[in-house]
């Protein structure tokens, strides 16, 4: 879409032939972030979602959707803002879209004459964390889940055998699934929106939706575990000279500290990107994690990721003040992710943060070092990842989400699960019961994630 001219219109247009205050499938306005005095000079746009959930669940339903899109330029905030805001449409709306293809059985019933997800990957909490979850009043998982237990099974598409379909839970599939009690559905996983994406092309967004999902299976990993990793030197004069743009060059308010992130066998590079305050004030501490088979784009990304939620210190701090002092206790609990961005941003227990990041560092390489992967063309890039998937998955699928309001406008969402690696969690009840959480040593470190 930025090779029209004028490209900002021609991007506008697309955001406009979507959004509308009586119709359309988001709000006609969105509003750029406004930068602080000396900090980041990053381009931000947000704004609001209209309240889906309490038509397509109930009224009493509360939900956060964490929409904004970032860049160097307007161009690329506003489309990165209108991806992001048809992809979480698509996983609202999915259910209600899809509902007649949900069927509510038990696992040992289902798996007679059926491909079945099997009941470890969904059994992820331990009998520890289920009873605090129930002493915390937080609906994340009823019981520990038994082969006699209703769920809500959909049926997909295999991603790796063509033609061979298997039932997942439709709980693991949609943002904000609300189980149907009336059938005995239990409740057992949150649900979030890893693996989905928002694309004009079809095949681009399978290849973003596959690697988000791998991105965050080797972050949450790396996170719980303590996993070592690599400090990593920025050696690119492109990358720097993107940074110097931003104010994040030299004289940046912020010291970046990019850390590679990715798993051994890990096909893509995976950065995790702390940005941390020179002069330990506010927002004090920042982080994103992003990755990709070209190690430059990636890491820039991860570093704008982190840039971008420096809003959210100022915001919390002034307008939320249950959360500010939920965060400033010792016994702190981080339900959702926004109080744990805002204990990360708060500057004090400041030797605590930074012992926790000098943790993961080991040694130094230099980016230059990493770019060995760059495949340009998208088909074998998705080739390279259902290669590396095929060694450690049986049960991942995928699903086209694109809702019809987006579809006639060019715009495809896919969402994939792949439920042998790890999703995004709730940053207090990380998946200690997963077999692959297992596999690297189980949950060691007990500081929240700092993902948004």
Known sequence: MIKFYPSFNNILENFKALSGNQSGILEASCMPVVNFN?????????????????????????????????????????????????????????????????????YKELSKNNTVMPLKYIDVFTEKQIKKAKELNVAICDKKVKEDDIIGWIKCPSLLNKGEEIYVPAKMMFVGYEEDKSKGEINFIPSFSTGTAAH????KALLNALIEYIQIDS??????????????????????????DVNLGENSPYEIIPVYMALEECPIHNFGVFLRRKDN???YLLFGVQGGLDASHALTRGIMEAASISYGAYFNTIYNKNMLNNVMKDDHKFLDLDSNVLYYSLPNKIEEKNKLVEEFIENEITLSSLNKLNIEDVDEQIKTLLNYLKNISEYAVYLDLTPPETRDKGWYVMRVMIPELIEMCIPEFPF?????????????????HPMP
């Open 38 to 106: 000396g900090d980041v000079f990053l381009k931000s746009i947000t704004g609001n979602m209209p309240d889906y959930h309490k038509q397509v669940f109930n009224k009493d339903v509360s939900m956060q959707y964490h929409i904004i899109g970032y860049g160097s330029h307007y161009e690329e905030a506003l489309i990165k803002y209108t991806g992001e805001s048809i992809e979480r449409y698509s996983s609202i709306m999915g259910p209600t879209l899809l509902k007649d293809k949900i069927i509510y059985k038990s």
């Open 200 to 203: 004009k092309s079809l095949k």
């Open 219 to 244: 972050f949450m990993i790396t996170w719980y575990t303590k996993a070592k990793c690599s400090l990593v030197k920025i050696d690119d004069e492109n990358v720097n000279r993107v940074l110097k």
């Open 281 to 283: 004030k506010l927002p």
């Open 432 to 448: 200690e019961n997963h077999p692959r959480m297992k596999k690297y040593g189980g949950v060691i470190n007990e500081h929240p």
